[in-house]
Protein backbone atom coordinates (compact mmCIF):
# COMPACT_ATOMS: atom_id res chain seq x y z
CA UNK A 1 0.00 0.00 0.00
CA UNK A 2 2.67 2.35 0.74
CA UNK A 3 4.32 1.57 -2.70
CA UNK A 4 0.83 3.02 -3.97
CA UNK A 5 0.56 6.03 -2.46
CA UNK A 6 4.25 6.71 -3.50
CA UNK A 7 3.49 5.95 -6.96
CA UNK A 8 0.46 8.14 -6.92
CA UNK A 9 2.10 10.48 -5.34
CA UNK A 10 5.10 10.66 -8.59
CA UNK A 11 1.97 10.30 -10.92
CA UNK A 12 0.64 13.66 -9.24
CA UNK A 13 3.80 15.58 -9.75
CA UNK A 14 4.17 14.30 -13.36
CA UNK A 15 0.08 15.01 -13.83
CA UNK A 16 0.68 18.89 -12.13
CA UNK A 17 3.81 19.64 -13.88
CA UNK A 18 2.97 18.29 -17.40
CA UNK A 19 -0.02 20.80 -17.50
CA UNK A 20 -2.06 18.20 -18.35
CA UNK A 21 -5.24 19.76 -19.62
CA UNK A 22 -7.69 17.19 -18.07
CA UNK A 23 -6.10 18.18 -14.52
CA UNK A 24 -5.72 21.73 -15.34
CA UNK A 25 -9.49 21.78 -16.47
CA UNK A 26 -11.33 20.23 -13.60
CA UNK A 27 -8.48 21.89 -10.89
CA UNK A 28 -9.33 25.21 -12.09
CA UNK A 29 -13.48 24.02 -11.83
CA UNK A 30 -13.51 23.12 -9.05
CA UNK A 31 -11.79 26.65 -7.49
CA UNK A 32 -14.02 28.92 -9.70
CA UNK A 33 -16.72 27.04 -8.61
CA UNK A 34 -15.88 26.81 -5.14
CA UNK A 35 -14.59 30.37 -5.35
CA UNK A 36 -17.84 31.63 -6.50
CA UNK A 37 -19.63 30.08 -3.98
CA UNK A 38 -18.00 31.19 -1.37
CA UNK A 39 -18.28 34.80 -2.21
CA UNK A 40 -21.72 34.33 -3.05
CA UNK A 41 -22.70 32.87 0.35
CA UNK A 42 -20.31 35.71 2.18
CA UNK A 43 -22.28 38.51 0.40
CA UNK A 44 -25.33 37.36 2.34
CA UNK A 45 -24.20 35.86 4.67
CA UNK A 46 -22.03 38.88 6.08
CA UNK A 47 -24.87 40.77 6.53
CA UNK A 48 -26.69 38.21 8.43
CA UNK A 49 -23.77 37.15 10.86
CA UNK A 50 -23.46 40.97 11.66
CA UNK A 51 -27.28 41.73 12.37
CA UNK A 52 -27.33 38.38 14.84
CA UNK A 53 -24.04 39.66 16.53
CA UNK A 54 -24.75 43.55 16.79
CA UNK A 55 -28.51 43.94 16.79
CA UNK A 56 -30.65 42.96 19.55
CA UNK A 57 -33.72 42.20 17.76
CA UNK A 58 -36.38 39.37 19.40
CA UNK A 59 -35.69 35.82 17.99
CA UNK A 60 -32.32 36.57 17.10
CA UNK A 61 -31.18 33.50 19.32
CA UNK A 62 -33.90 31.61 17.14
CA UNK A 63 -31.93 32.53 14.14
CA UNK A 64 -28.57 32.20 15.34
CA UNK A 65 -29.57 28.78 16.74
CA UNK A 66 -31.15 27.58 13.25
CA UNK A 67 -27.70 28.61 11.55
CA UNK A 68 -25.66 26.84 14.05
CA UNK A 69 -27.77 23.78 13.48
CA UNK A 70 -27.32 23.67 9.94
CA UNK A 71 -24.05 23.58 9.96
CA UNK A 72 -23.68 19.81 10.00
CA UNK A 73 -26.05 19.31 7.28
CA UNK A 74 -25.30 16.15 5.33
CA UNK A 75 -24.14 17.01 1.76
CA UNK A 76 -26.24 14.17 0.13
CA UNK A 77 -29.42 15.41 1.78
CA UNK A 78 -28.66 18.86 0.56
CA UNK A 79 -27.85 17.45 -2.48
CA UNK A 80 -31.01 15.65 -2.35
CA UNK A 81 -33.05 17.95 -1.71
CA UNK A 82 -31.34 20.67 -4.52
CA UNK A 83 -31.93 17.95 -7.43
CA UNK A 84 -35.48 17.71 -6.71
CA UNK A 85 -35.84 21.22 -6.58
CA UNK A 86 -34.15 21.93 -9.71
CA UNK A 87 -35.07 18.41 -11.50
CA UNK A 88 -37.57 19.55 -14.61
CA UNK A 89 -40.39 18.14 -12.78
CA UNK A 90 -39.15 20.20 -9.72
CA UNK A 91 -40.30 23.86 -8.61
CA UNK A 92 -37.00 25.20 -9.75
CA UNK A 93 -37.39 22.65 -12.70
CA UNK A 94 -38.32 25.34 -16.04
CA UNK A 95 -34.73 27.46 -15.03
CA UNK A 96 -32.80 24.31 -16.97
CA UNK A 97 -30.32 24.43 -14.21
CA UNK A 98 -29.63 20.74 -13.37
CA UNK A 99 -26.30 19.62 -14.33
CA UNK A 100 -24.42 22.87 -14.88
CA UNK A 101 -22.08 24.80 -12.61
CA UNK A 102 -24.35 27.56 -12.16
CA UNK A 103 -26.29 25.00 -10.10
CA UNK A 104 -23.46 23.85 -8.07
CA UNK A 105 -22.33 26.75 -7.31
CA UNK A 106 -25.98 27.86 -5.72
CA UNK A 107 -25.67 24.24 -4.10
CA UNK A 108 -22.29 25.32 -2.50
CA UNK A 109 -23.10 28.66 -1.40
CA UNK A 110 -26.72 27.31 0.36
CA UNK A 111 -24.24 24.55 2.09
CA UNK A 112 -21.38 26.87 3.38
CA UNK A 113 -23.93 29.65 4.39
CA UNK A 114 -24.40 28.23 8.20
CA UNK A 115 -20.59 28.21 7.97
CA UNK A 116 -20.22 31.44 7.03
CA UNK A 117 -23.10 33.28 9.02
CA UNK A 118 -22.32 31.23 12.63
CA UNK A 119 -18.14 31.52 12.40
CA UNK A 120 -18.82 35.74 11.55
CA UNK A 121 -20.93 36.53 14.19
CA UNK A 122 -18.68 34.23 16.77
CA UNK A 123 -15.75 36.17 15.76
CA UNK A 124 -17.52 39.53 15.90
CA UNK A 125 -19.35 38.60 19.37
CA UNK A 126 -16.00 37.73 21.09
CA UNK A 127 -14.53 41.29 20.06
CA UNK A 128 -14.76 43.13 23.64
CA UNK A 129 -18.04 44.73 23.88
CA UNK A 130 -16.28 47.12 25.36
CA UNK A 131 -14.55 48.65 22.01
CA UNK A 132 -18.39 49.61 20.55
CA UNK A 133 -18.73 51.42 24.15
CA UNK A 134 -15.56 53.22 23.14
CA UNK A 135 -16.19 54.27 19.97
CA UNK A 136 -19.92 55.52 20.36
CA UNK A 137 -18.71 57.79 23.67
CA UNK A 138 -15.94 58.97 21.17
CA UNK A 139 -19.01 60.28 18.85
CA UNK A 140 -19.68 56.99 16.67
CA UNK A 141 -23.00 56.56 15.32
CA UNK A 142 -24.32 52.73 15.54
CA UNK A 143 -22.94 51.39 12.31
CA UNK A 144 -19.66 53.04 12.73
CA UNK A 145 -19.52 51.80 16.03
CA UNK A 146 -20.64 48.35 14.21
CA UNK A 147 -17.90 48.49 11.85
CA UNK A 148 -15.28 49.31 14.29
CA UNK A 149 -16.03 45.64 15.75
CA UNK A 150 -16.13 44.29 12.60
CA UNK A 151 -12.58 45.80 11.66
CA UNK A 152 -11.46 44.09 15.55
CA UNK A 153 -12.81 40.92 14.13
CA UNK A 154 -11.07 40.51 10.32
CA UNK A 155 -9.37 37.55 11.96
CA UNK A 156 -12.01 35.28 12.99
CA UNK A 157 -14.31 36.43 9.54
CA UNK A 158 -10.65 35.43 7.32
CA UNK A 159 -10.89 32.11 9.17
CA UNK A 160 -14.35 31.74 8.42
CA UNK A 161 -14.25 32.52 4.66
CA UNK A 162 -11.47 29.45 4.51
CA UNK A 163 -13.07 27.10 6.55
CA UNK A 164 -16.37 27.82 3.79
CA UNK A 165 -14.17 27.68 1.11
CA UNK A 166 -12.31 24.27 2.29
CA UNK A 167 -16.09 22.19 3.01
CA UNK A 168 -17.04 23.80 -0.66
CA UNK A 169 -14.51 22.24 -2.66
CA UNK A 170 -13.98 19.11 -0.42
CA UNK A 171 -17.51 18.24 -0.63
CA UNK A 172 -18.97 15.44 -2.89
CA UNK A 173 -22.41 14.93 -2.47
CA UNK A 174 -23.85 18.55 -3.75
CA UNK A 175 -21.65 18.34 -6.80
CA UNK A 176 -22.39 14.87 -7.65
CA UNK A 177 -26.06 14.77 -7.15
CA UNK A 178 -26.85 18.35 -8.63
CA UNK A 179 -23.45 18.43 -11.44
CA UNK A 180 -23.29 14.93 -12.24
CA UNK A 181 -19.86 14.41 -12.76
CA UNK A 182 -20.46 15.25 -16.65
CA UNK A 183 -16.63 14.46 -18.49
CA UNK A 184 -15.95 18.65 -19.20
CA UNK A 185 -18.78 19.92 -18.13
CA UNK A 186 -19.12 19.55 -14.11
CA UNK A 187 -16.66 17.18 -13.19
CA UNK A 188 -15.03 18.47 -10.35
CA UNK A 189 -12.01 17.35 -7.86
CA UNK A 190 -13.50 15.56 -5.85
CA UNK A 191 -16.70 13.75 -7.79
CA UNK A 192 -13.50 12.66 -9.91
CA UNK A 193 -11.86 10.97 -6.93
CA UNK A 194 -15.17 9.14 -6.47
CA UNK A 195 -15.29 8.12 -9.82
CA UNK A 196 -12.04 7.19 -10.65
CA UNK A 197 -11.50 4.77 -7.68
CA UNK A 198 -14.39 3.09 -9.24
CA UNK A 199 -13.57 2.91 -12.69
CA UNK A 200 -9.61 2.98 -12.86
CA UNK A 201 -8.26 -0.32 -12.40
CA UNK A 202 -4.91 1.06 -10.88
CA UNK A 203 -5.12 3.72 -7.81
CA UNK A 204 -2.47 6.04 -8.90
CA UNK A 205 -4.87 8.51 -10.72
CA UNK A 206 -7.11 9.00 -7.74
CA UNK A 207 -4.27 9.52 -5.34
CA UNK A 208 -3.12 12.20 -7.93
CA UNK A 209 -6.73 13.73 -8.07
CA UNK A 210 -6.66 13.72 -4.14
CA UNK A 211 -3.10 15.05 -3.70
CA UNK A 212 -4.19 18.23 -5.64
CA UNK A 213 -7.19 18.59 -3.89
CA UNK A 214 -5.11 18.49 -0.59
CA UNK A 215 -2.48 20.68 -1.87
CA UNK A 216 -5.37 23.37 -2.65
CA UNK A 217 -6.66 22.97 0.79
CA UNK A 218 -3.53 23.74 2.71
CA UNK A 219 -2.34 26.00 0.41
CA UNK A 220 -5.53 27.95 1.26
CA UNK A 221 -4.86 27.28 5.31
CA UNK A 222 -1.39 27.86 5.31
CA UNK A 223 -2.40 31.63 3.04
CA UNK A 224 -5.25 32.91 5.57
CA UNK A 225 -2.52 31.66 8.67
CA UNK A 226 0.09 33.82 7.34
CA UNK A 227 -2.35 36.64 6.42
CA UNK A 228 -3.59 36.38 10.09
CA UNK A 229 -0.26 36.65 11.42
CA UNK A 230 0.63 39.58 10.05
CA UNK A 231 -1.79 41.17 11.52
CA UNK A 232 -1.51 40.49 14.64
CA UNK B 1 -17.30 56.37 8.68
CA UNK B 2 -20.59 55.66 6.50
CA UNK B 3 -18.47 56.76 3.59
CA UNK B 4 -16.02 53.86 4.12
CA UNK B 5 -19.05 51.38 4.32
CA UNK B 6 -20.49 52.32 1.03
CA UNK B 7 -17.57 50.99 -1.04
CA UNK B 8 -16.32 48.31 0.90
CA UNK B 9 -20.36 46.63 0.16
CA UNK B 10 -20.38 47.94 -3.27
CA UNK B 11 -16.84 46.10 -3.99
CA UNK B 12 -17.95 42.89 -1.93
CA UNK B 13 -21.30 42.69 -3.76
CA UNK B 14 -19.45 43.27 -6.88
CA UNK B 15 -16.77 40.47 -6.85
CA UNK B 16 -19.95 38.37 -5.94
CA UNK B 17 -21.38 38.83 -8.84
CA UNK B 18 -18.77 39.26 -10.84
CA UNK B 19 -17.06 35.84 -10.10
CA UNK B 20 -20.36 34.45 -10.24
CA UNK B 21 -21.07 35.68 -14.00
CA UNK B 22 -17.62 35.30 -14.92
CA UNK B 23 -18.00 31.33 -13.64
CA UNK B 24 -20.83 30.58 -14.79
CA UNK B 25 -20.46 32.23 -18.51
CA UNK B 26 -16.75 30.62 -18.54
CA UNK B 27 -17.87 27.45 -17.31
CA UNK B 28 -20.88 27.22 -19.99
CA UNK B 29 -24.21 27.21 -17.88
CA UNK B 30 -27.14 26.72 -20.44
CA UNK B 31 -28.15 23.37 -21.05
CA UNK B 32 -28.34 24.34 -25.17
CA UNK B 33 -26.85 22.23 -27.13
CA UNK B 34 -26.17 20.03 -24.93
CA UNK B 35 -26.95 16.33 -24.97
CA UNK B 36 -27.75 14.27 -21.51
CA UNK B 37 -27.72 10.82 -22.28
CA UNK B 38 -27.87 9.00 -18.46
CA UNK B 39 -26.57 5.06 -19.01
CA UNK B 40 -26.12 2.30 -17.57
CA UNK B 41 -23.10 1.75 -15.50
CA UNK B 42 -21.65 -0.87 -18.02
CA UNK B 43 -21.01 0.87 -21.15
CA UNK B 44 -19.52 3.92 -19.09
CA UNK B 45 -17.19 1.86 -17.07
CA UNK B 46 -15.44 0.07 -19.91
CA UNK B 47 -14.79 3.74 -21.49
CA UNK B 48 -16.81 2.90 -24.61
CA UNK B 49 -18.82 5.89 -24.12
CA UNK B 50 -15.52 8.07 -24.32
CA UNK B 51 -14.61 6.70 -27.55
CA UNK B 52 -18.22 7.31 -28.91
CA UNK B 53 -18.11 10.57 -28.01
CA UNK B 54 -14.98 11.49 -29.48
CA UNK B 55 -15.90 9.90 -32.73
CA UNK B 56 -19.81 11.45 -32.54
CA UNK B 57 -18.87 14.97 -31.74
CA UNK B 58 -16.36 15.61 -34.78
CA UNK B 59 -19.26 14.66 -36.83
CA UNK B 60 -22.21 16.69 -35.23
CA UNK B 61 -22.34 19.98 -33.22
CA UNK B 62 -23.46 18.60 -30.09
CA UNK B 63 -22.34 18.21 -26.86
CA UNK B 64 -22.71 14.71 -25.16
CA UNK B 65 -22.89 14.73 -21.83
CA UNK B 66 -22.79 11.39 -20.26
CA UNK B 67 -24.40 10.74 -16.67
CA UNK B 68 -23.24 7.43 -15.50
CA UNK B 69 -25.99 5.73 -13.21
CA UNK B 70 -27.04 2.19 -14.12
CA UNK B 71 -30.85 0.99 -15.95
CA UNK B 72 -33.04 2.03 -12.84
CA UNK B 73 -31.60 5.30 -12.14
CA UNK B 74 -31.63 6.59 -15.85
CA UNK B 75 -34.91 5.79 -16.70
CA UNK B 76 -35.89 7.23 -13.36
CA UNK B 77 -34.05 10.53 -14.50
CA UNK B 78 -35.59 10.59 -17.51
CA UNK B 79 -39.18 10.26 -15.87
CA UNK B 80 -38.46 13.44 -14.29
CA UNK B 81 -37.20 14.86 -17.97
CA UNK B 82 -33.79 15.57 -16.51
CA UNK B 83 -32.31 13.46 -19.63
CA UNK B 84 -32.45 13.17 -23.15
CA UNK B 85 -31.84 9.62 -24.00
CA UNK B 86 -31.00 6.65 -22.11
CA UNK B 87 -28.76 3.57 -22.96
CA UNK B 88 -30.04 0.85 -21.01
CA UNK B 89 -30.33 -2.75 -21.24
CA UNK B 90 -33.30 -4.35 -19.35
CA UNK B 91 -36.01 -5.11 -21.60
CA UNK B 92 -38.72 -5.42 -19.07
CA UNK B 93 -38.29 -1.98 -17.78
CA UNK B 94 -37.95 -0.98 -21.17
CA UNK B 95 -41.17 -1.92 -21.80
CA UNK B 96 -42.36 -0.24 -18.99
CA UNK B 97 -40.46 3.05 -20.22
CA UNK B 98 -42.15 3.18 -23.39
CA UNK B 99 -45.95 2.25 -22.03
CA UNK B 100 -45.84 4.32 -19.48
CA UNK B 101 -45.23 7.33 -22.65
CA UNK B 102 -42.31 8.39 -21.27
CA UNK B 103 -39.67 6.27 -24.27
CA UNK B 104 -40.02 6.70 -27.46
CA UNK B 105 -37.96 4.88 -30.63
CA UNK B 106 -36.13 2.31 -29.09
CA UNK B 107 -33.59 0.58 -31.01
CA UNK B 108 -31.42 -1.95 -30.43
CA UNK B 109 -27.98 -1.13 -30.40
CA UNK B 110 -25.56 -3.83 -29.22
CA UNK B 111 -25.19 -7.19 -27.11
CA UNK B 112 -22.81 -9.29 -25.76
CA UNK B 113 -23.50 -11.64 -23.04
CA UNK B 114 -23.50 -11.77 -18.82
CA UNK B 115 -21.20 -13.91 -17.05
CA UNK B 116 -20.83 -15.55 -14.04
CA UNK B 117 -17.40 -14.77 -11.99
CA UNK B 118 -16.15 -16.23 -8.99
CA UNK B 119 -12.72 -17.51 -7.50
CA UNK B 120 -10.50 -19.59 -9.58
CA UNK B 121 -11.00 -22.36 -7.09
CA UNK B 122 -14.56 -22.51 -7.69
CA UNK B 123 -15.15 -23.35 -4.69
CA UNK B 124 -19.06 -24.33 -5.51
CA UNK B 125 -18.08 -26.33 -8.53
CA UNK B 126 -19.99 -24.31 -11.24
CA UNK B 127 -17.50 -24.59 -13.49
CA UNK B 128 -19.72 -25.03 -17.28
CA UNK B 129 -22.19 -25.76 -15.96
CA UNK B 130 -25.88 -24.44 -17.06
CA UNK B 131 -26.68 -20.64 -15.76
CA UNK B 132 -29.34 -22.31 -13.54
CA UNK B 133 -27.88 -25.25 -11.93
CA UNK B 134 -25.08 -23.51 -11.31
CA UNK B 135 -27.07 -20.57 -9.11
CA UNK B 136 -28.59 -23.06 -7.25
CA UNK B 137 -25.23 -24.82 -6.29
CA UNK B 138 -23.36 -21.19 -5.22
CA UNK B 139 -27.43 -21.09 -2.73
CA UNK B 140 -26.03 -24.46 -1.58
CA UNK B 141 -22.67 -23.79 -1.07
CA UNK B 142 -23.12 -20.46 0.59
CA UNK B 143 -25.59 -21.37 3.06
CA UNK B 144 -22.97 -24.26 3.84
CA UNK B 145 -20.72 -21.22 4.53
CA UNK B 146 -18.06 -21.91 1.64
CA UNK B 147 -19.28 -19.30 -0.45
CA UNK B 148 -19.97 -15.92 -0.66
CA UNK B 149 -22.33 -14.23 -3.67
CA UNK B 150 -21.99 -10.00 -4.49
CA UNK B 151 -25.10 -8.42 -5.72
CA UNK B 152 -25.10 -5.20 -7.52
CA UNK B 153 -28.29 -3.88 -5.54
CA UNK B 154 -29.50 -0.66 -7.29
CA UNK B 155 -32.02 -1.59 -9.28
CA UNK B 156 -29.65 -1.44 -12.61
CA UNK B 157 -30.12 -3.62 -15.74
CA UNK B 158 -27.63 -6.24 -14.47
CA UNK B 159 -29.46 -6.23 -11.09
CA UNK B 160 -32.51 -7.45 -12.73
CA UNK B 161 -31.21 -9.96 -14.79
CA UNK B 162 -29.54 -11.24 -11.52
CA UNK B 163 -33.13 -10.95 -10.10
CA UNK B 164 -34.79 -12.56 -13.23
CA UNK B 165 -32.41 -15.68 -13.09
CA UNK B 166 -32.75 -16.24 -9.40
CA UNK B 167 -36.89 -16.04 -9.90
CA UNK B 168 -36.22 -18.71 -12.92
CA UNK B 169 -33.61 -21.00 -10.60
CA UNK B 170 -36.19 -21.21 -8.18
CA UNK B 171 -35.39 -18.62 -5.66
CA UNK B 172 -36.71 -15.67 -4.00
CA UNK B 173 -34.50 -13.10 -4.52
CA UNK B 174 -36.28 -10.62 -1.93
CA UNK B 175 -35.30 -13.28 0.87
CA UNK B 176 -31.79 -14.16 -0.67
CA UNK B 177 -31.03 -11.13 0.30
CA UNK B 178 -31.57 -11.88 3.89
CA UNK B 179 -29.10 -14.80 3.82
CA UNK B 180 -25.83 -13.79 5.43
CA UNK B 181 -23.41 -15.10 2.25
CA UNK B 182 -25.53 -12.91 0.04
CA UNK B 183 -23.79 -9.28 0.41
CA UNK B 184 -25.41 -6.22 -1.44
CA UNK B 185 -23.35 -3.93 -2.17
CA UNK B 186 -25.20 -1.13 -4.07
CA UNK B 187 -22.56 -0.19 -6.48
CA UNK B 188 -21.40 0.03 -9.64
CA UNK B 189 -20.25 -2.74 -12.21
CA UNK B 190 -16.43 -1.77 -11.77
CA UNK B 191 -17.14 -1.50 -8.16
CA UNK B 192 -19.18 -4.18 -7.60
CA UNK B 193 -16.26 -6.70 -9.38
CA UNK B 194 -13.62 -4.78 -7.31
CA UNK B 195 -15.93 -6.28 -4.37
CA UNK B 196 -16.23 -9.74 -5.25
CA UNK B 197 -12.79 -9.62 -5.87
CA UNK B 198 -12.26 -8.72 -2.34
CA UNK B 199 -14.53 -10.80 -0.91
CA UNK B 200 -13.54 -14.20 -3.33
CA UNK B 201 -17.44 -14.27 -4.28
CA UNK B 202 -19.11 -14.83 -7.09
CA UNK B 203 -21.14 -12.25 -9.07
CA UNK B 204 -23.17 -11.42 -12.15
CA UNK B 205 -21.19 -9.00 -14.56
CA UNK B 206 -21.06 -8.07 -17.63
CA UNK B 207 -18.53 -9.36 -20.16
CA UNK B 208 -17.36 -6.14 -21.46
CA UNK B 209 -16.80 -4.65 -17.65
CA UNK B 210 -15.21 -8.15 -16.52
CA UNK B 211 -12.43 -8.56 -19.49
CA UNK B 212 -11.62 -4.95 -18.91
CA UNK B 213 -11.04 -5.11 -15.20
CA UNK B 214 -9.66 -8.87 -15.68
CA UNK B 215 -6.98 -7.82 -18.13
CA UNK B 216 -5.65 -4.85 -16.47
CA UNK B 217 -4.97 -7.30 -13.53
CA UNK B 218 -7.20 -5.59 -11.15
CA UNK B 219 -9.66 -8.39 -10.33
CA UNK B 220 -8.39 -12.18 -10.70
CA UNK B 221 -11.69 -13.43 -10.66
CA UNK B 222 -12.53 -15.87 -13.45
CA UNK B 223 -15.34 -16.31 -16.21
CA UNK B 224 -16.70 -19.65 -15.05
CA UNK B 225 -20.07 -20.19 -17.31
CA UNK B 226 -19.78 -20.15 -20.91
CA UNK B 227 -22.97 -17.97 -23.32
CA UNK B 228 -25.88 -19.14 -23.37
CA UNK B 229 -29.32 -17.98 -23.88
CA UNK B 230 -30.08 -16.98 -20.52
CA UNK B 231 -27.38 -14.69 -20.30
CA UNK B 232 -27.97 -12.71 -22.69
CA UNK B 233 -27.21 -8.79 -22.69
CA UNK B 234 -29.10 -6.38 -24.84
CA UNK B 235 -28.43 -2.97 -25.04
CA UNK B 236 -30.90 -0.35 -26.05
CA UNK B 237 -31.15 3.64 -26.90
CA UNK B 238 -34.28 5.27 -26.33
CA UNK B 239 -35.23 8.75 -27.18
CA UNK B 240 -37.38 10.92 -23.95
CA UNK B 241 -41.06 11.80 -25.60
CA UNK B 242 -40.74 15.37 -26.31
CA UNK B 243 -44.48 15.32 -25.76
CA UNK B 244 -44.23 14.81 -22.24
CA UNK B 245 -41.29 16.92 -21.95
CA UNK B 246 -41.07 19.84 -24.09
CA UNK B 247 -37.90 20.94 -23.11
CA UNK B 248 -35.57 18.15 -23.57
CA UNK B 249 -33.17 17.89 -26.85
CA UNK B 250 -35.21 15.21 -29.13
CA UNK B 251 -34.14 16.14 -32.51
CA UNK B 252 -30.09 15.68 -30.61
CA UNK B 253 -31.37 12.67 -29.05
CA UNK B 254 -32.89 10.94 -32.48
CA UNK B 255 -29.41 12.37 -34.32
CA UNK B 256 -27.30 10.35 -31.18
CA UNK B 257 -29.42 7.16 -32.08
CA UNK B 258 -29.53 7.49 -35.52
CA UNK B 259 -25.58 7.69 -35.37
CA UNK B 260 -24.81 4.85 -32.96
CA UNK B 261 -27.06 2.67 -35.25
CA UNK B 262 -25.63 3.47 -38.45
CA UNK B 263 -22.89 1.79 -40.43
CA UNK B 264 -20.36 4.31 -38.51
CA UNK B 265 -21.61 3.75 -35.30
CA UNK B 266 -22.00 -0.01 -34.96
CA UNK B 267 -18.18 0.16 -35.96
CA UNK B 268 -16.75 2.00 -33.44
CA UNK B 269 -18.97 -0.20 -30.93
CA UNK B 270 -17.49 -3.33 -32.24
CA UNK B 271 -13.76 -2.56 -32.78
CA UNK B 272 -13.96 -0.71 -29.11
CA UNK B 273 -11.30 -2.25 -26.98
CA UNK B 274 -10.56 -5.52 -29.95
CA UNK B 275 -7.20 -4.13 -29.74
CA UNK B 276 -6.58 -3.83 -25.77
CA UNK B 277 -8.48 -6.87 -25.18
CA UNK B 278 -7.46 -8.72 -28.38
CA UNK B 279 -11.70 -9.60 -28.24
CA UNK B 280 -14.99 -7.94 -29.13
CA UNK B 281 -16.50 -6.10 -25.76
CA UNK B 282 -19.93 -5.44 -27.53
CA UNK B 283 -20.74 -6.44 -30.46
CA UNK B 284 -22.68 -5.20 -32.86
CA UNK B 285 -26.61 -5.28 -32.83
CA UNK B 286 -27.99 -3.88 -36.04
CA UNK B 287 -26.31 -5.90 -38.50
CA UNK B 288 -26.72 -9.07 -37.10
CA UNK B 289 -30.99 -8.45 -36.74
CA UNK B 290 -31.16 -7.26 -40.22
CA UNK B 291 -28.64 -9.65 -42.26
CA UNK B 292 -29.66 -12.28 -40.03
CA UNK B 293 -25.41 -13.41 -39.82
CA UNK B 294 -25.81 -15.52 -36.88
CA UNK B 295 -29.38 -16.67 -37.12
CA UNK B 296 -28.93 -18.21 -33.43
CA UNK B 297 -28.20 -15.13 -31.58
CA UNK B 298 -30.60 -13.19 -33.73
CA UNK B 299 -33.52 -15.49 -32.55
CA UNK B 300 -32.08 -15.22 -29.13
CA UNK B 301 -32.09 -11.31 -28.65
CA UNK B 302 -35.76 -11.73 -30.66
CA UNK B 303 -37.42 -13.60 -28.14
CA UNK B 304 -35.19 -11.96 -25.11
CA UNK B 305 -35.93 -8.02 -26.14
CA UNK B 306 -38.10 -7.68 -28.94
CA UNK B 307 -41.73 -6.36 -27.97
CA UNK B 308 -44.32 -7.98 -30.40
CA UNK B 309 -41.85 -8.71 -32.86
CA UNK B 310 -39.96 -5.74 -32.49
CA UNK B 311 -37.50 -3.58 -31.12
CA UNK B 312 -40.48 -1.01 -31.00
CA UNK B 313 -43.84 -1.31 -31.36
CA UNK B 314 -45.52 1.23 -33.90
CA UNK B 315 -47.55 2.69 -31.33
CA UNK B 316 -44.07 4.16 -29.41
CA UNK B 317 -42.19 5.31 -32.32
CA UNK B 318 -42.34 8.73 -33.22
CA UNK B 319 -41.36 9.84 -37.14
CA UNK B 320 -37.86 8.53 -37.95
CA UNK B 321 -39.55 5.66 -39.86
CA UNK B 322 -36.29 4.78 -41.54
CA UNK B 323 -34.69 3.36 -38.87
CA UNK B 324 -37.07 0.51 -38.55
CA UNK B 325 -37.08 -0.02 -42.57
Known amino acids: ?232 | MRKTLIPWATLLVAVAVVSVAATSYYLGSTTKGRLIVSTTTSLYDTGLLDTIEIDFETRYPIDLNFISVGTGIAIQHAQRGDADVILVHSPTDELKFLTDGTGVNRKIIAYNFFTLVGPETDPAQIRNTPTLEALARIVEAGRNGTVKWVSRGDNSGTHSKEKSLWTAAGFDPKNLTKESWYINVGSGMAETLKKADYFSAYTLADTGTYLKYSKEGAITLRSLIEQEMDLLNVYSAIAVNQTLHPSVNFQGAMTFVKYLTSDEGQQVIEQFGKEEFGQTLFYSAVRLLKGNTNPTIAQWIREYAYFDDTECPTQYRKGYAELYG
Open chain 1, 1 to 232: MAAEIVEGLLKALQLIFSGDPTVVEVTARSVLISGSATTLSVLWGLPIAAAISLRKFPGRFVVKGIFNSLLGVPTVALGLLLYLVFSKSGALGFMRLLYTPSVMIIGQAALITPIVVSFIANAIESVDPEIKDLAKTLGASEIEASVAVMKESLNGIALAIAASFNRAIAELGVALMIGGNIAGVTSVLTTVIALETNREPTPELPIAWTIILLIIVFAVNITINFIRRRKT
